[in-house]
């Protein structure tokens, strides 16, 4: 329960970050708040020959409103957005969310950044940015690229992010007022990780929804037209339209082989659309 | 060794510390604060929980290295502190604690809800507690506690603090580290973390036959006939050439092969070695291969057998397999059969690609591994696989880092 040894490296920017992590290549693995590597490296599942740790950079702590999006630096934690101590663009859907994960010794450290590198599917962030349509700056020597949040989480702890790269900021598009949002998790203890999570933006003025189906040990299910879930048309009585045996037909596609775990996570999606129609 | 510089329960300390010393571990060790309690040590109990920079945060989880110019205030800490005192009072009224072990911990917790909520509820009460276990007490006077900590204080007119009094962005510890000198980074090498030799595949004396625990079924399609699919399964370095991650130690016989299969999820990388044989059945075009193994790192150990069959389809041939492990030891404990299925579709799509290019005449080559963005994959045939792993492990924690 001790971790093996590690080098530890502490750079005073982002460009020195980007430096080591460059030359240490695989070897090298970065901490911000440490909720979920910290685990990993005490159990010795992960012996990293040199930890970078990036939680001191003022660089990726910054957010700022950019025309109609909010930009969040990576190391900004749960806790900062449960608490309002950054802007909101989402109508409260963002505190929602940060405000449910795990418990607050762990919020006060952990960060956004962190949680989507990591990639763990049944992760709040992975799923709930997701379905607010987020985009990522990752970051490297040799510049800086952006992906959509449904394109980064590959598959379990697997991201887009290549050797020597790290997530930079999370972009956060503003909601429309007249879109909906619901968001559902199943956990069987409160604050542990979820057996699943079902998160839906939709606005039926504009007839548009995304929906996500999360948790489910593999890349969440990303539905940027979710039409289908609702009888072919997004409309005002979406609630009454969901379509359950769609969603199922969406996770036996995505792997879920089991019947029982489909019905959780239906049910889950259930609730986070009735939310968002409440 | 390194000196860290922070300052705990109000006095500069300045310690030096390896870098992988946790924050628990430091106050305990170095500095005989040996209240603060370890649990878990993977942030799941929260009885290692402490204030830094003035609200709580895991001490098992977070590094010393990682809080210099930290404030830190453990529950040696807070003798004087206005509400710890009457938290303690209001435990000691209610029977909130037994043994004591989550004592520490649960009052840190606690005087963190009584600052933030805006009235004693229950019910937000109990989910504030959630990240502290408590094995003797059942939390009802724990709750109780704290409860009529917040009513007191609110009849007072107290206001509640929804932030805890935090005003900066971050990871609370971080960024207050003093950079002096001109180098761009604080450079602390390991101190002689030597690479963990190889196990001998040949200390796996027998392979024996075994119930799987889990069974995942899989099955993944080729463009050429049955029997030139069955002829290449009898090759078995040819076979392990396909696996990403797989290599032999030594030539295979069909009644022991010896190798190792290197899986990797994320950042958790296990090397199996060990040993495996493997049967034929010409008749049904349909075989088995067995075999054991163990990953030294993670003192973690499998069981393996993949059943596969051969059936001609149009196009060519489907392969159904059958994949069932037992995997005891550490990485059995952080293990969802989920994660497994999800890298065995990773890894079977892998093979069967190879395969497929092998069977055309040309080489797996090396593009395999580097595709998957330096996955090693690997599969095992060979053995079994493991892997699973995955996060999950701590329950908690889910976000982080």
Same mark, same amino acid.
Request: proline share 5%; with cysteine.
């Given at each position: 329960?001790?971790?093996?040894?590690?080098?530890?490296?502490?750079?005073?920017?982002?460009?020195?970050?980007?430096?080591?992590?460059?030359?240490?290549?695989?070897? &090298?693995?970065?901490?911000?708040?440490?909720?979920?590597?910290?685990?990993?490296?005490?159990?010795?599942?992960?012996? /990293?020959?040199?930890?970078?740790?990036?939680?001191?950079?003022?660089?990726?702590?910054?957010?700022?409103?950019?025309?109609?999006?909010?930009?969040?630096?990576?190391?900004? !934690?749960?806790?900062?957005?449960?608490?309002?101590?950054?802007?909101?663009?989402?109508?409260?859907?963002?505190?929602?969310?940060?405000?449910?994960?795990?418990?607050?010794?762990?919020?006060?450290?952990?960060?956004?950044g962190g949680s989507l590198s990591h990639a763990d599917p049944a992760a709040d962030w992975v799923s709930a940015l997701s379905a607010l349509g987020a985009r990522l700056t990752l970051r490297s020597l040799s510049g800086a690229r952006m992906v959509a949040m449904e394109d980064f989480i590959v598959g379990a702890l697997e991201s887009a992010l290549r050797d020597g790269e790290i997530v930079e900021t999370i972009h956060v598009p503003a909601m429309p007022a007249s879109a909906h949002w619901g968001y559902a998790k199943s956990c069987r203890k409160t604050g542990e990780f979820a057996h699943a999570i079902g998160a839906i933006l939709i606005d039926p003025s504009a007839a548009t929804a995304r929906v996500v189906i999360g948790a489910i040990d593999s890349a969440p299910v990303v539905i940027t037209n979710a039409?289908?879930?609702?009888?072919?048309?997004?409309?005002?009585?979406?609630?009454? @339209?969901?379509?359950?045996?769609?969603?199922?037909?969406?996770?036996?596609? &995505?792997?879920?082989?089991?019947?029982?775990?489909?019905?959780?996570?239906?049910?889950?999606?259930?609730?986070a659309v009735s939310e968002a129609a409440a | 060794m390194n000196m860290i510089a922070l300052t705990v329960n109000q006095r500069a300390v300045q310690v030096s510390a390896e870098p992988r010393t946790n924050l628990a571990d430091f106050v305990r060790d170095k500095l005989d604060l040996t209240g603060t309690h370890l649990g878990c040590e993977h942030g799941v109990c929260g009885a290692c929980t402490v204030l830094l920079d003035g609200v709580p945060a895991r001490s098992c989880i977070t590094y010393a290295v990682a809080c210099e110019g930290a404030e830190v205030t453990t529950i040696e800490g807070l003798d004087e502190d206005d509400? !710890? !005192?009457?938290?303690?009072?209001?435990?000691? @009224?209610?029977?909130?604690?037994?043994?004591?072990?989550?004592?520490?911990?649960?009052?840190?917790s606690a005087r963190?809800?009584?600052?933030?909520? /805006?009235?004693?509820?229950?019910?937000?009460?109990?989910?504030?507690?959630?990240?502290?276990?408590?094995?003797?007490?059942?939390?009802?006077?724990?709750?109780?506690?704290?409860?009529?900590?917040?009513?007191?204080?609110?009849?007072?007119?107290?206001?509640?603090?929804?932030?805890?009094?935090r005003k900066i962005l971050g990871p609370v510890g971080s960024g207050r580290s003093v950079h002096h000198g001109a180098d761009r980074a604080e450079r602390m090498p390991p101190l002689g973390s030597e690479q963990t030799s190889p196990e001998a595949a040949s200390s796996v004396a027998s392979i024996p036959d075994f119930i799987p625990a889990t069974v995942l079924t899989q099955h993944f399609s080729v463009a050429h006939p049955p029997e030139q699919v069955f002829a290449m399964f009898d090759d078995i370095a040819a076979v392990a050439a396909c696996l990403p991650g797989a290599s032999l130690t030594a030539p295979p016989k069909p009644e022991r092969v010896?190798?190792?299969?290197?899986?990797?999820?994320?950042?958790?990388?296990?090397?199996?070695?060990? &040993?495996?044989?493997?049967?034929?059945?010409?008749?049904?075009?349909?075989?088995?291969?067995?075999?054991?193994?163990?990953d030294r790192r993670s003192r973690s150990s499998t069981q393996g057998?993949?059943?596969? @069959?051969?059936?001609?389809?149009?196009?060519?041939? @489907?392969?159904?397999?059958?994949?069932?492990? !037992?995997?005891?030891?550490?990485?059995?404990?952080?293990?969802?059969?989920?994660?497994?299925?999800?890298?065995?579709a990773r890894l079977i799509a892998e093979f069967a690609g190879n395969l497929d290019r092998r069977l055309s005449g040309s080489s797996p080559g090396d593009d395999t591994a580097a595709e998957l963005n330096g996955m090693a994959l690997v599969f095992s045939l060979l053995r079994a696989r493991v892997a699973r792993w995955v996060g999950r492990f701590s329950s908690k924690n889910d976000e982080a880092t």
């Amino acid at each position: 329960m001790k971790p093996a040894p590690f080098g530890y490296e502490r750079p005073r920017d982002l460009q020195a970050a980007l430096a080591v992590l460059g030359e240490a290549k695989t070897s &090298a693995k970065i901490i911000a708040g440490g909720q979920s590597l910290g685990p990993m490296l005490n159990l010795r599942l992960v012996e /990293p020959q040199l930890i970078v740790d990036i939680s001191g950079l003022a660089e990726l702590k910054q957010v700022e409103r950019r025309g109609d999006e909010l930009v969040l630096g990576a190391c900004v !934690t749960h806790a900062d957005i449960e608490d309002g101590r950054i802007p909101d663009v989402t109508r409260g859907a963002m505190q929602g969310v940060a405000g449910n994960i795990a418990y607050r010794a762990v919020r006060n450290r952990g960060t956004v950044g962190g949680s989507l590198s990591h990639a763990d599917p049944a992760a709040d962030w992975v799923s709930a940015l997701s379905a607010l349509g987020a985009r990522l700056t990752l970051r490297s020597l040799s510049g800086a690229r952006m992906v959509a949040m449904e394109d980064f989480i590959v598959g379990a702890l697997e991201s887009a992010l290549r050797d020597g790269e790290i997530v930079e900021t999370i972009h956060v598009p503003a909601m429309p007022a007249s879109a909906h949002w619901g968001y559902a998790k199943s956990c069987r203890k409160t604050g542990e990780f979820a057996h699943a999570i079902g998160a839906i933006l939709i606005d039926p003025s504009a007839a548009t929804a995304r929906v996500v189906i999360g948790a489910i040990d593999s890349a969440p299910v990303v539905i940027t037209n979710a039409a289908e879930l609702f009888g072919g048309r997004i409309a005002g009585d979406y609630k009454d @339209r969901f379509d359950a045996r769609v969603a199922d037909v969406l996770l036996a596609k &995505a792997g879920v082989s089991n019947a029982a775990h489909r019905h959780i996570h239906v049910n889950v999606l259930k609730r986070a659309v009735s939310e968002a129609a409440a | 060794m390194n000196m860290i510089a922070l300052t705990v329960n109000q006095r500069a300390v300045q310690v030096s510390a390896e870098p992988r010393t946790n924050l628990a571990d430091f106050v305990r060790d170095k500095l005989d604060l040996t209240g603060t309690h370890l649990g878990c040590e993977h942030g799941v109990c929260g009885a290692c929980t402490v204030l830094l920079d003035g609200v709580p945060a895991r001490s098992c989880i977070t590094y010393a290295v990682a809080c210099e110019g930290a404030e830190v205030t453990t529950i040696e800490g807070l003798d004087e502190d206005d509400v !710890t !005192t009457e938290l303690r009072a209001a435990f000691t @009224r209610e029977h909130a604690l037994q043994c004591g072990y989550c004592t520490p911990g649960m009052l840190v917790s606690a005087r963190d809800l009584v600052l933030r909520l /805006p009235q004693a509820d229950e019910r937000l009460i109990r989910v504030g507690l959630t990240g502290n276990l408590c094995r003797c007490t059942g939390y009802v006077g724990i709750v109780r506690a704290v409860q009529s900590v917040i009513e007191a204080r609110r009849a007072r007119n107290i206001a509640p603090e929804p932030d805890g009094g935090r005003k900066i962005l971050g990871p609370v510890g971080s960024g207050r580290s003093v950079h002096h000198g001109a180098d761009r980074a604080e450079r602390m090498p390991p101190l002689g973390s030597e690479q963990t030799s190889p196990e001998a595949a040949s200390s796996v004396a027998s392979i024996p036959d075994f119930i799987p625990a889990t069974v995942l079924t899989q099955h993944f399609s080729v463009a050429h006939p049955p029997e030139q699919v069955f002829a290449m399964f009898d090759d078995i370095a040819a076979v392990a050439a396909c696996l990403p991650g797989a290599s032999l130690t030594a030539p295979p016989k069909p009644e022991r092969v010896e190798g190792a299969i290197r899986v990797r999820i994320g950042p958790i990388a296990a090397t199996f070695q060990g &040993a495996a044989r493997v049967e034929q059945s010409p008749a049904d075009m349909s075989g088995r291969i067995v075999g054991i193994g163990n990953d030294r790192r993670s003192r973690s150990s499998t069981q393996g057998e993949i059943r596969y @069959r051969l059936v001609p389809i149009e196009q060519g041939t @489907r392969v159904d397999l059958s994949i069932g492990y !037992t995997l005891t030891g550490m990485l059995a404990q952080v293990g969802r059969p989920g994660l497994v299925r999800d890298l065995a579709a990773r890894l079977i799509a892998e093979f069967a690609g190879n395969l497929d290019r092998r069977l055309s005449g040309s080489s797996p080559g090396d593009d395999t591994a580097a595709e998957l963005n330096g996955m090693a994959l690997v599969f095992s045939l060979l053995r079994a696989r493991v892997a699973r792993w995955v996060g999950r492990f701590s329950s908690k924690n889910d976000e982080a880092t």
